[in-house]
């Protein structure tokens, strides 16, 4: 029983998120079923108003399961100054969903989205006190269990039926209106995402597979011993 145990053990270590990405817009993980993105949105892209937002294409999609996180290292450059991202679909033209992270004092946060059968809709606001800087927004989502979004606080938005939402691209802003003042002034804002594509790699899920099976041998074993 001992032995079995350690074997076990020594199979459900896997290291698959043993590492930090560095600074760059895609980085080769050790692991090839992942895909580690890495983007750094500069400051002077936010200040424009969201009819001027420029689409951008990420470089990798990212389908079925993924896991992201915002970073938001801006300096804003009025009270009324927002940062707003849109994430969109590679499927559906138009089809996004939407965060926003107003300026201090307020610290406003907002969650929504744009699909074709209910048009854009708010799903979650907070007037203030809705983000706090340094505190990354994160977001997880897969076709089973939806979006889910955490702001830094706490979970804000759970199991949003999304289905299905392959990443591709995104696009920022930050004025209300063309004569405001720069809505930021300095820093960057960061977006990170992982995915997981297990068709190129199907020996990734071996350590998986193998955890399940000694799980239950170990299983059957105490059982009989209690038996016994």
């Known amino acids: 029983?001992?032995?079995?145990?350690?074997?076990?053990?020594?199979f459900t270590v896997v290291p698959a998120?043993?590492?930090?990405?560095?600074?760059?817009?895609?980085?080769?993980p050790v692991n090839e079923s992942l895909?580690?993105?890495?983007?750094?949105v500069p400051y002077s892209e936010f200040n424009k108003v969201s009819r001027d937002a420029v689409i951008i294409e990420f470089g990798n999609i990212h389908p079925h399961s993924w896991q992201a996180e915002l970073h938001n290292d801006l300096l804003y450059g009025n009270p009324e100054g927002d940062a707003v991202i849109r994430i969109y679909d590679s499927e559906i033209p138009g089809k996004f969903f939407e965060i926003g992270m107003g300026s201090h004092p307020r610290y406003s946060y907002w969650i929504a989205a744009d699909v074709p059968s209910t048009g854009y809709v708010l799903l979650y606001?907070?007037?203030e006190n809705?983000?706090?800087?340094?505190k990354p927004t994160k977001i997880t989502y897969s076709e089973q269990t939806g979006l889910t979004v955490d702001n830094g606080l706490r979970t804000v938005l759970s199991n949003l039926d999304l289905s299905p939402f392959t990443i591709k691209s995104y696009s920022v802003f930050g004025m209300k209106g063309t004569t405001d003042p720069p809505a930021v002034t300095n820093g960057i804002y960061?977006?990170?995402?992982?995915?997981?594509?297990?068709?190129?790699?199907?020996?990734?899920?071996?350590?998986?597979?193998?955890?399940g099976i000694?799980?239950?041998?170990v299983a059957v074993l105490?059982?009989?011993?209690?038996?016994?």
């Open 125 to 127: 606001s907070a007037f």
């Open 222 to 228: 105490i059982f009989s011993k209690k038996r016994s």
């Open 1 to 10: 029983m001992r032995y079995l145990l350690v074997i076990f053990l020594a």
């Open 190 to 211: 960061t977006v990170k995402i992982i995915s997981a594509d297990y068709g190129e790699n199907p020996l990734s899920l071996f350590p998986f597979v193998v955890t």
């Open 214 to 217: 000694l799980g239950v041998v």
């Open 130 to 134: 809705g983000w706090i800087p340094g």
């Open 17 to 28: 998120f043993g590492y930090e990405p560095m600074i760059g817009d895609y980085i080769q």
């Open 35 to 40: 895909i580690i993105q890495q983007t750094e």
